[in-house]
């Protein structure tokens, strides 16, 4: 653990150091002597945000109604953008004053939640490997996390034993578990749960009385057909559950920082109140470029998704030609690989520093979402076809001297 400041709080001390920090660090010195190093490391979208939602944020940035502070919980006409898409897409009725709230990306709504719900003494549920912010913004908050491993399998064999855990854990803890985190499709992992998993998590939530949080960031991005469940369409699950949606992943906004919460009237009036005191909630420009893409943006968010599953089917085979074990996920957009058996034993930090070093290919370790992330690699699906091909040759040809 590095030293920090004497000016840092309590808290500062729970954060571990950055991990990709030494990766960035040897990514920059190749590219400063010229070398192209192809980047699969971090989930950032690389492909353009839809044209019509620029024109709308370039017509609402010249209108100076949207010039002044907007309001903490998003504009009513984006609530109820954002409850129609949710009754088109999965038969969801929503209230938009109650049931919805707007988020400056579903990553800031998700750590005021934790703030809004969460302090000392409270347990946390959440499988792991997982994405950093599913276990450090309940920490930040005060709460104790406990991680259930998800294990290796597949899907449905993962989402069973989950379920066991859950189940097993609360009966075992006292206090019981106030909250259980969970995310499909899942970074980093990439797995998903179908809709076996939903009812059951439900009638956990109600037999142990925990809350739910579902990180649903990769709703719009599946492939071959299937089509995420929202927790929000099983039985019961308003009375338990709230869940998490963003315009950064279907219509390429990362950069603009748009996201909701939907769900349980409890946990959205606490993440309304603590809202204002943090925030002015969003741009309204970016509001209305955002109900632009809410409303017309079906098929922009699909032909992504289609991107992605191009991506996942060279990258996926590349890497089974080159003797990874992976089965190309059914959503998100990571492949989540385990490396082969010649490299386990050096650490996945070691073996991502060797894949720059002899192909120039950065990714990210699995270690980076836990111990149990050992042994696999995370790639982001954020390079072109042609360039994941490239990758894979570099590695076939770099790791074989
Ligand atoms: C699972 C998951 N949740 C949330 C986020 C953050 O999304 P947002 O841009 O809405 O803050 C990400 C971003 O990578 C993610 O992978």
């Known amino acids: 653990m590095p030293s920090l400041p004497a000016v840092a709080s309590a808290r500062m001390h729970l954060l571990p150091p950055y991990i990709f920090g030494e990766l960035n660090r040897i990514k920059a010195e190749k590219c ?15 492909d353009p945000t839809p044209g019509f939602v620029i024109d709308e944020l370039c017509r609402a940035a010249r209108d100076p109604q949207n010039h002044r502070y907007s309001v903490a919980n998003g504009i009513p006409e984006l609530r109820r953008e ?15 004053e109650t049931e919805v709230i707007a988020s400056i990306g579903s990553k800031e709504g998700f750590s005021h939640l934790c703030l809004a719900t969460l302090g000392a003494g409270d347990v946390v549920l959440t499988p792991t490997p997982a994405f950093p912010i599913h276990r450090y913004s309940p920490m930040i908050a005060g709460a104790t996390v406990v991680g259930l491993a998800a294990g290796e399998g597949s899907d449905r064999e993962v989402q069973e034993r989950l ?3 859950i189940d097993r854990t609360c009966r075992a803890m006292t206090p019981r578990p106030k909250m259980v985190i969970v995310c499909s499709p899942h970074n980093p992992t990439a797995r998903v749960f179908d809709r076996d998993f939903y ?8 037999t142990h009385g925990f809350a739910v949080v579902h990180d649903f960031a990769y709703a719009q991005t599946a492939f071959d057909g299937f089509k995420p469940p929202s927790i929000l369409e099983f039985d019961g699950a308003r009375e ?5 949606w963003t ?29 204002g005191y943090f925030d002015y909630g969003l741009f309204a420009g970016t509001e209305r470029a955002a109900i632009a893409a809410l409303r017309d943006g079906d098929a922009a968010a699909a032909e992504q998704a ?51 070093d002899k192909a120039a290919v950065n990714a990210a370790p699995g270690v980076a979402f836990g111990e149990d992330g050992e042994n696999f ?19 076939r040809e770099g790791l074989a001297k």
Do not use: H
């Open 247 to 275: 315009m950064s992943k279907p219509y390429n906004m990362a950069g603009w920082r748009a996201g909701f919460c939907m769900g349980n009237r409890d946990m959205i009036g606490l993440l309304k109140s603590i809202k």
């Open 240 to 244: 338990v559950a709230c869940e998490f």
């Open 163 to 165: 379920l066991e855990s």
């Open 377 to 395: 690699m995370r790639l982001a699906l954020i390079e072109s076809e042609e360039r994941i091909a490239t990758a894979i040759a570099r590695m």
């Open 306 to 356: 289609a991107l992605y599953q191009r991506r996942r089917d060279v990258l996926c085979k590349g890497l089974l030609e080159l003797g990874w074990e992976v089965s190309p996920p059914k959503g998100g957009m990571f492949v989540w690989a385990k490396v082969p058996a010649k490299y386990r034993g050096m650490g996945t930090m070691a073996f991502c520093k060797l894949l720059m």
């Open 199 to 206: 009812p059951g998590l439900i009638g956990l939530a109600r």
């Open 82 to 96: 954002a409850a129609a898409l949710y009754a088109r897409r999965y038969g969801v009725k929503l209230d938009p």
């Open 32 to 46: 400063a002597a010229g070398i192209d190093v192809i980047d699969f490391a971090m989930g950032n979208p690389v």
